[in-house]
Every structure is written in structure tokens, then in C-alpha cells.
């Protein structure tokens, strides 16, 4: 096995010396630099990340915090996520909230334990809630923002966060935590500019949990977007973020009598056809169905699911960097919103001629 002992006889310098060149290389001389990597590489020598790391005092690992693990939307993100950290060095430590805003500051500092930042995905906690959990820690929000609040941001600053790796600025200061989010309100105009041209003028909501940021997004978006299309738009209720929330939402559907219904997310769009199909309505015939976010699920049921497609992939990866670049004593962007695409498959068509009875 080649130790650090073998990576310095090698390049003709000291221990020390190849552990500032392999941990903190903008400290040593490039060309002493040049020579400890091609010696390390050469021997094919790899530094005990973690070893090197507890010495600094930071772990090499990241944090990520996610509603529910089981929803094809997150397992995305967070296979996205842990492929970029483990890329550029850093392990990814998991926790599910199960949908449970009570529990997230909890699992906020159990991760901020053991982890030099944090990912925290969907959350589903209040603005104060989330902005005190967050306070001192050097962290990212994935399809959330949160405002300015200038309470904590004083909190912050009091707490010594700067000390801690966080700044006020980061914990919730003049420029907020950073943020990267999809454009839920345009996914919402390209679902609604696809079922007017298809003659639908009578559009059901099926809408996820009130603590959805996104899901808040996207109702606003579609209640915008109506306007401006002169459609009405049918609250069919809130409903749960899964499969049997779809099937419960479409009953709500057929008896509201709109030729169109767009879910929250995915998993409720595909419960939605589900129960549609058990009460022989056809789909699009009599009714058509949008989803959101575009899961692998929604190409493999029949009719195979329109939806918004939000780059799930990019979103986590985005998360990472810019997590990074805040470790890295970078100034990151306070927030990012990435485009979305509608994805028009068999599950919408025409507006039925007739009544929808």
C-alpha cells in the first residue's frame, strides 16, 4: 500500500509538504506542487479524504434533507446530488422528513452534526421555522426560498455565525440563503396554453399539501395563467403527494364535471388515471390529465402521462455547486431558477364535443 511516506521520498520533499500540496495547494510553491501530484499520481497514492479532513476540522461530507424518499421526484435529486458531491470528494449523508414539518429541525441539526454543509430539499416548515433552523449554518435550499428576514439575520450575527462556517448573509441576511428552484409559474402557462388549444375551457385543480412551496407555485402559476387564457379553473381540493391521492382527487374530478385536470406532481396524475380508468372514463376522450415534474414512471403507463419536465437531475447537481462554492469561500448566486418543458404525450387530447357526464 503507498503511504504519504512513499509520495514524499518520491518527490524529494517532506511529509508536511505533500499534505499542503494534496489538501490546501494554493499554499505551496506550483512548481513543488506540480512535482507532489505527479508523484502521488504516478504511485497511484489517494490521501485519506477523511483522515485529512477531521485533522481541519471538516468532514468531506454534505448534507440533504428530503420530504419523501419513496416519490420518484426526490430518489432524482438525490442520486443527482450524492454523484456530484462524490465527484468533487465529498460522501452525502441522507435524512427523510416523511413529509413532517415538525421534524426538520431536528434532522436539520443531526445532519449540520456530522457534515460541513447542507442540501435541504422541499421543505416543507414554515418561513420562521426553517429561517431559525437554518441560523449559523453554511447551507442551500433545492425548490425553495426563502425571504429576507431581517430578525434573523440579527439572530444570526448575535449567534456568532460567522465563527461557525455560516454568515448572517447565509443564515438569512441581505441576500438569503441560497436557492435553486424550477420556474413552476411558466411550467403552469405551458400547461394551460396546451389544454386551451385544445379547446378545454374548464380545468380541475387537484393541488398537493398547503406546506408545498411548489406546489403554492404552481397553483398561483395556473391561477395566473387562467386569466390570461380565460379559463375556468376548478379547486378540486388538497390533496396527499402520492398515488392514492390521485385516485381520491379524480372521484372529485368526474363530479366537477371539467374535461381537464392537472395534478400537483406525478405520482397523483398517475393515481388520477388509475382510478379513471376503474370508473370507465377514457382518457383524453372525456378527460384529460397533466402532471408535473416528468418521473420515469410517467412514460410507462398507458396513455403515457403529459407533463411539465423539470430537470431533476440538474437541479441537484446545481445544488451541489452551489453548496461549494459557499464552502469554498465563494459568493454563489442568492438564486437560480432553471427552465421547464412540457412534455405532451397521449394522457391529454381534444375536449370532448359534448357534456362530460
Do not use: C
Amino acid at each position: 500500500m503507498v503511504t504519504v511516506h512513499d509520495v514524499a521520498r518520491a518527490a524529494g520533499v517532506s511529509i508536511s509538504t505533500v499534505s499542503r500540496a494534496l489538501t490546501a495547494p494554493e499554499r505551496v510553491a506550483a512548481a513543488t506542487r506540480d512535482r507532489v501530484t505527479r508523484a502521488a499520481a504516478e504511485l497511484g497514492y489517494r490521501p485519506n479524504v477523511a483522515a485529512s479532513g477531521l485533522r481541519m476540522g471538516r468532514t468531506h461530507a454534505v448534507g440533504l434533507l428530503v420530504p419523501d424518499l419513496e416519490n420518484p421526484y426526490f430518489a432524482s435529486v438525490t442520486k443527482s446530488v450524492q454523484a456530484r458531491a462524490r465527484a468533487e470528494g465529498y460522501e452525502v449523508f441522507v435524512a427523510d422528513s416523511d413529509e413532517d414539518p415538525d421534524v426538520e429541525p431536528e434532522l436539520i441539526g443531526a445532519l449540520a452534526a456530522r457534515t460541513d454543509g447542507l442540501i435541504v430539499a422541499s421543505p416543507r416548515s414554515g418561513e420562521a421555522e426553517l429561517s431559525a433552523a437554518l441560523v449559523g449554518l453554511t447551507a442551500v435550499l433545492a425548490s425553495r426560498e426563502l425571504p429576507e428576514i431581517a430578525a434573523f439575520a440579527g439572530a444570526a450575527e448575535g449567534d456568532g455565525a460567522a465563527e461557525s462556517g455560516g454568515s448572517a448573509e447565509g443564515a438569512a441576511g441581505a441576500r438569503g440563503i441560497p436557492s435553486v428552484a424550477v420556474d413552476d409559474a411558466d411550467g403552469a402557462a405551458q400547461v394551460l396554453g396546451h389544454l386551451h388549444a385544445l379547446g378545454h375551457r374548464s380545468v380541475g385543480v387537484a393541488a398537493g399539501p398547503p406546506s408545498s412551496w411548489s406546489g403554492r407555485r404552481r397553483l398561483a402559476g395556473l391561477v395566473d395563467a387562467a386569466a390570461r387564457w380565460d379559463l375556468d379553473l376548478v379547486r378540486l381540493g388538497t390533496f396527499q403527494p402520492y398515488f392514492a391521492g390521485g385516485t381520491r382527487a379524480a372521484d372529485h374530478a368526474v363530479a366537477s364535471g371539467v374535461t381537464a385536470v392537472v395534478a400537483f406532481n406525478d405520482l397523483m396524475a398517475l393515481g388520477i388515471l388509475s382510478r379513471l380508468r376503474e370508473r370507465g372514463v377514457d382518457v383524453p376522450g372525456r378527460m384529460s390529465v397533466v402532471g408535473f415534474d416528468d418521473v420515469q414512471l410517467a412514460t410507462l403507463v398507458s396513455p403515457a402521462l403529459t407533463t411539465v419536465r423539470a430537470p431533476l437531475a440538474r437541479l441537484g447537481r446545481r445544488a451541489v455547486d452551489l453548496l461549494l462554492a459557499r464552502l469554498r469561500g465563494g459568493d454563489p448566486p442568492a438564486g437560480v431558477q432553471l427552465p421547464v418543458e412540457l412534455m405532451i404525450r397521449g394522457s391529454s387530447g381534444p375536449a370532448p364535443a359534448g357534456p362530460v357526464s
